[in-house]
């Protein structure tokens, strides 16, 4: 079975301060896939970054980042120098390929990032 | 423009009638999938298909139904809701050729069930 865990529920920060969205999966399998997604008030779905797990080089995209760490078994993100437009509800989801090919999808419960100007 | 079309988004209806939510790609994406999102539970696999005529239960099937007669389409069917399945629905579709293609939503479909 795998599971993804997103322990915080909501988090509040000031503009521009910095902070991380946590992400613990756990799965048997040694190839998989690593996602996170935006969900904006507006509530469309929104792809952020992918990560295989044979990758284990962190990225930087502008004032986000993510953490990939096999060991621990997480796969962070942080927003530097928040801002309002980063509110939104973030989840992280988990791929693996079983036996005949199928690719099972499973998602956190999401993280609500509140951003006060 | 890419996209995933779903039809209803908003939708209220009584407990037993029968509905179908469409669902429609035009990215000619072999991959494609139902969720439903409650709040604490996050987003929950109903059912996937890999191609046409090719379909296999995600997490939570009960009480739904689907079918990929053409590649484009794949429409949810509740034959028979119930007020437990009032929720969030959101269709996604995605490239095979790579393991690590993202998935692309539709808008969502806000089903209520009274």
């Known amino acids: 079975a795998q599971k993804v865990t997103q322990a915080q529920t909501e988090i509040s920060v000031v503009e521009k301060e910095d902070v991380t969205l946590d992400c613990v999966y756990e799965?048997?399998?040694?190839?998989?896939?690593l996602f996170w997604y935006k969900q904006p008030p507006s509530g469309e779905l929104v792809f952020l970054i992918r990560r295989n797990s044979f990758d284990e080089q962190n990225e930087i995209s502008g004032r986000y980042s993510w953490n990939f760490q096999k060991s621990t078994s997480s796969f962070n993100f942080t927003i530097t120098a928040s801002q309002v437009v980063d509110s939104a509800v973030y989840f992280c989801?988990?791929?693996?390929?079983?036996?005949?090919?199928?690719?099972?999808?499973?998602f956190g419960t999401g993280t609500k990032l509140q951003v006060i100007p | 423009e890419a996209q995933v079309t779903q039809n209803p988004r908003y939708l209220i209806t009584v407990t037993g009638k029968k509905l179908t939510v469409t669902c429609s790609q035009n990215?000619?994406?072999?991959?494609m999938s139902w969720y439903r999102q409650d709040p604490g539970l996050g987003l929950r696999q109903i059912y996937y298909s890999m191609n046409v005529e090719v379909t296999d239960k995600g997490d939570v099937p009960e009480g739904y139904k689907v079918s990929r007669k053409e590649k484009r389409n794949f429409p949810l069917i509740l034959e028979s809701p119930s007020p437990n399945q009032t929720s969030l629905y959101f269709c996604?579709?995605?490239?095979?050729?790579?393991?690590?293609?993202?998935?692309?939503f539709g808008n969502g479909t806000r089903l209520t069930v009274t």
């Open positions: 996604a579709s995605r490239s095979t050729s790579s393991y690590n293609s993202p998935l692309h």
């Open positions: 799965t048997r399998d040694t190839t998989y896939y």
């Open positions: 990215m000619n994406h072999e991959y």
């Open positions: 989801a988990l791929v693996r390929t079983n036996s005949g090919g199928y690719q099972k999808v499973t």
